[in-house]
């Protein structure tokens, strides 16, 4: 954890420098503008740091909603910035070599034509993590899925972090959406909360007001644990939703049986999809926070795994990286072992992060078939 506080304390003011270094230096400004712009780039670059002074948490900033957006988007077009500054250095070196150059009122104007675009998408980047979710529909066939589920219905949620920067209101648009599929299950894979029970139950509660057929059932992810899952649980239970730990539901339509099976995070050190698959009837779905395990779910009978934890990348380019420490699997779907995966891109956004560039959220709505 150390480890990872001091990559996001340091990525802010190292992005900071490379874009003076890259977009306003070469410029030849007053000195006076020079220190002012060095200055701005460095404040809003500090995100981490006003969030643990002003928010307790640099992690949970528990802070009014909008001042963690408008932190989020000042410290995404300093990161935005030094990419772009750094891909004109790198063109701009490029075309030295080449015996070109850029004179100073051109390289002046691209300079500041980059950081208007770097502005907007931050802005635009913040947007797409904290506005409501796309609808994404998926068809999965089975050969064996039981007659009788023969069009059954999954509205899959993922990754909704509830916190200060995604609060009541946002939670209520997301129930609307999942209930208007009318899905005969919901399934929430993982990271439902960012922050404590005490202070976070009440932006969580329009989850109370989730609707279907067969009922709605979630898998912890790794953030419920840095949340203090044990208090967590009762509030999940108090709004309706069935938490497999390392348990499962049987649906019945007549002779037929379909079985929703769930799996604790592995931070929990109590995560046994053999325990959650024991003894059920043979058609099984597990729901698995993070998209791994593959070969030994498929072992175990498992025919559709639904994951999370990725966020899709979140930034587009990035997810390469991403899939690279989940088993090559960051967003979509998936055919591997014998059994079918989708990885939901994640419904909401971690506040510390609250951003979407190119990656929207999503609720899966995922219709299963049988096929011949």
Request: proline share 5%.
């Amino acid at each position: 954890m150390n480890l990872f506080r001091a990559f996001f304390l340091s990525l802010g003011p190292l992005c900071a420098a490379l874009a003076y270094a890259t977009l306003v230096k070469p410029l030849a400004l007053p000195r006076k503008w020079n220190a002012c712009l060095a200055a701005a780039l460095l404040a809003f670059s500090l995100k981490f740091t006003w969030f643990a002074t002003f928010g307790g948490s640099m992690f949970l900033p528990e802070m009014p909603e909008g001042a963690i957006h408008a932190l989020s988007v000042l410290y995404d077009f300093v990161l935005v910035s030094a990419v772009a500054g750094a891909a004109f250095s790198i063109a701009t070196a490029a075309l030295r070599r080449c015996g070109g150059t850029v004179e100073p009122g051109r390289r002046r104007f691209i300079a500041g034509a980059l950081s208007f675009g770097a502005a907007g998408v931050a802005a635009k980047g913040v947007h797409d993590g904290i506005r409501l979710p796309d609808v994404v529909d998926v068809t999965l066939f089975f050969p064996d899925l039981p007659a009788a589920f023969d069009g059954y219905r999954i509205a899959h949620l993922s990754d909704l972090h509830i916190s200060a920067a995604a609060r009541a209101e946002r939670t209520a648009g997301v129930v609307r959406l999942a209930n208007a599929l009318k899905p005969d299950a919901i399934a929430i894979t993982g990271d439902f909360v960012d922050g404590a029970a005490d202070v976070r139950a009440a932006d969580v509660l329009p989850l109370a007001e989730l609707r279907a057929a067969d009922g709605v059932f979630g898998c912890t992810g790794n953030h419920e644990y840095y949340s203090g899952y044990g208090e967590w649980r009762k509030v999940f239970r108090d709004c309706g939703i069935r938490m497999l730990e390392n348990a499962a539901h049987v649906a019945r339509r007549g002779a037929d049986a379909l079985v929703i099976a769930g799996v604790n995070d592995p931070v929990s050190l109590d995560s046994d999809a053999a325990a959650a698959c024991a003894g059920t009837p043979p058609f099984r779905i597990l729901l698995a926070h993070r998209p791994t395990r593959l070969a030994a779910h498929a072992e175990l009978g498992v025919r559709m795994q639904l994951s999370g934890h990725t966020h899709g990348g979140a930034v587009f380019g990035l997810d390469r990286l991403v899939a690279r420490a989940n088993e090559g699997h960051v967003r979509g779907l998936y055919r591997e072992h014998g059994l079918q995966l989708y990885v939901n891109a994640g419904t909401g956004q971690w506040a510390g992060f609250p951003t979407r560039i190119g990656v929207p959220p999503e609720i899966t709505h995922i219709t299963l078939r049988r096929s011949m």
